[in-house]
């Protein structure tokens, strides 16, 4: 396994430490100018998304993790784990648990495309688009002339998520939605 | 930095005119002094042995010499103008560190070195603080031991605690099985580093004095309250480390003594040894005269001036541009 010395240390780098995958966030390079040098480094645990800070001597090293980002397509699911395909032309297929899927679940929708990141080959989590269209399964009626201005309702999309929509929007209306906020973009198309 | 074009520098052009004041600044400082202006290789043929300087080496090959170093600094040349009867002399000259990069550290940099024969550390901690001061628009600095910072802010004697004590203090920063092979001194800069550097000079210059003797580096050592220290200071602003200067050793002996003991924690550490710069002993044998001499970061005194915070501020172009 490849290892990475202190000076190879940059942000985005996937290493090992107590066994974990992390990301490097930020290597801050601390010496006095006759003394040693020591790296004191922030790290997103992978498994956990827990920041941690650690202080390395410089010289020393880490192993670098198998930690790739990979595009695929969502599948199924069979009730345990839920199917990803690599869209590289390689078709590989990935199971992916509810660890891995986590909150992102509730976005999920066939045949769209999400990063899976893949630790040693297995998916260790999984992150939707910035912006996924889906289509509203259940809200109260719409009120006519309730246009642009006024409330708001909860409406409950196709994946079972539940936005908070203006009055208008009607069951079948299909929604832009922003994931990393969970709130209502526009619509796309009336059905 | 990422969002600019890679060609581009990484300093604006209002940085590059302040830079070019800094030196003009710089220079009269010193013509008005009487002090003159040298230069000095940047391309030597030994390096230093400072156990924690790593140069960077060259692969020159001309008229029977082989290989060299890009310096870290031009202190072993200089010397030798001084042995050589130069007098009061100073230096502007970009200096190499392998493998040093950060918000404060590129590994070339820009150094202001000056030498004073006759001059006691006191007296040219006053000039430095001259220059500084003027430069930069600030108030005199105060003065505090190694000891009495690292009492207050790391709550350790540095010259009284046990290697246990030190160890547990920098448990707090790092493993225990990293500290295995970190050594006293690795222990005090690591405090030095994390808990007092980012205390010194929030408002106005510090400087750091009477370091352990195990730090002297070139400095001459003596006894103070009973345990020996060096007459080696720093100067900081804003947690920033901006010169370290020596009461300058003027013993060829024990000159040659240090030279091998930095070589043999060198080894310890599974560093390369140095070969010794016997011209630079050759001048001390013939005598350098008794003096007191500094070196001082241009960059990061700009980046004081300006209230910056990342070298690459006033850097053209730091080494991934470079």
Redesign the interface.
């Known amino acids: 396994m490849a290892s990475y010395s202190t000076?190879e240390f940059r942000g985005g780098l996937k290493v090992l430490l107590d066994g974990d995958p992390c990301i490097i966030l930020e290597n801050?390079?601390?010496?006095?100018?006759?003394?040693?040098?020591?790296n004191?480094v922030k790290l997103r645990n992978l498994m956990t998304n827990r920041v941690w800070e650690r202080?390395?001597?410089?010289g020393?090293t880490l192993e670098s993790a198998d930690v790739i980002d990979q595009d695929m397509e969502y599948l199924y699911s069979d009730g345990e784990f839920w199917h990803f395909m690599a869209t590289d032309g390689s078709f590989e297929q990935f199971p992916a648990d509810a660890k891995a899927v986590g909150d992102t679940v509730k976005w999920l929708k066939e045949q769209d495309v999400y990063t899976v990141t893949l630790y040693n080959g297995s998916p260790l989590t999984v992150t939707p688009p910035n912006f996924v269209e889906l289509e509203v399964v259940d809200t109260d009626p719409g009120m006519k002339g309730d246009t642009a201005q006024g409330g708001s309702k909860p409406a409950t999309l196709s994946t079972g998520a539940v936005v908070n929509v203006p009055l208008f929007i009607t069951i079948g209306e299909v929604l832009k939605v922003d994931t990393r906020s969970g709130e209502y973009v526009n619509r796309v198309k009336s059905s | 930095m990422s969002e600019k074009p890679a060609w581009r520098p990484t300093a604006s052009m209002a940085v590059l005119k302040s830079r070019a004041q800094q030196l003009a600044f710089v220079r009269g400082f010193f013509a008005e002094r009487g002090v003159l202006e040298v230069e000095t290789p940047a391309l030597g043929r030994f390096g230093v042995t400072?156990p924690?300087?790593d140069p960077v080496a060259a692969t020159v090959s001309a008229s029977g010499v082989r290989g060299g170093w890009l310096q870290t600094s031009p202190e072993y040349h200089m010397k030798r103008l001084l042995a050589a009867g130069a007098g009061s002399i100073y230096q502007v000259s970009r200096v190499f560190r392998d493998?040093?990069?950060?918000?404060?550290?590129n590994p070339e940099f820009s150094m202001l070195e000056w030498y004073r024969p006759d001059f006691s550390d006191n007296e040219l901690m006053a000039e430095v603080a001259d220059l500084v001061c003027d430069w930069l628009d600030c108030e005199r600095p105060d003065t505090l031991s190694y000891r009495d910072a690292m009492i207050a802010w790391a709550h350790v004697d540095p010259f009284e605690a046990t290697d246990c004590i030190l160890r547990r203090r920098c448990e707090e920063?790092?493993e225990p099985e990293?500290l295995a092979?970190?050594g006293r001194?690795?222990c005090?800069?690591?405090l030095?580093?994390?808990a007092v550097?980012p205390n010194l000079g929030p408002e106005r210059p510090v400087f750091i004095t009477s370091y352990p003797a195990s730090?002297a580096?070139l400095a001459k050592i003596s006894m103070e309250s009973g345990v020996p220290v060096a007459h080696r200071f720093?100067l900081y602003l804003k947690g920033i480390?901006l010169c370290?200067g020596y009461w300058e050793l003027t013993n060829p002996e024990e000159q040659r003594q240090r030279f091998q003991v930095d070589n043999r924690l060198r080894r310890a550490s599974g560093k390369p040894e140095m070969a010794i710069d016997d011209a630079f002993l050759a001048a001390l044998d013939e005598g350098l005269p008794e003096c007191a001499g500094v070196a001082l970061g241009l960059d990061r005194l700009l980046m004081l001036k300006l209230g910056l915070t990342d070298i690459a501020e006033v850097l053209t172009f730091p080494l991934e541009r470079a």
């Open positions: 000076n801050e390079f601390v010496k006095p100018g006759k003394g040693q040098a020591f004191r202080t390395f001597k410089s020393e | 400072d924690n300087l493998g040093e990069r950060g918000r404060r550290h920063w790092l990293q092979g970190l001194d690795g005090l800069d690591l030095m580093s994390f550097e730090q580096s720093e480390e370290n």
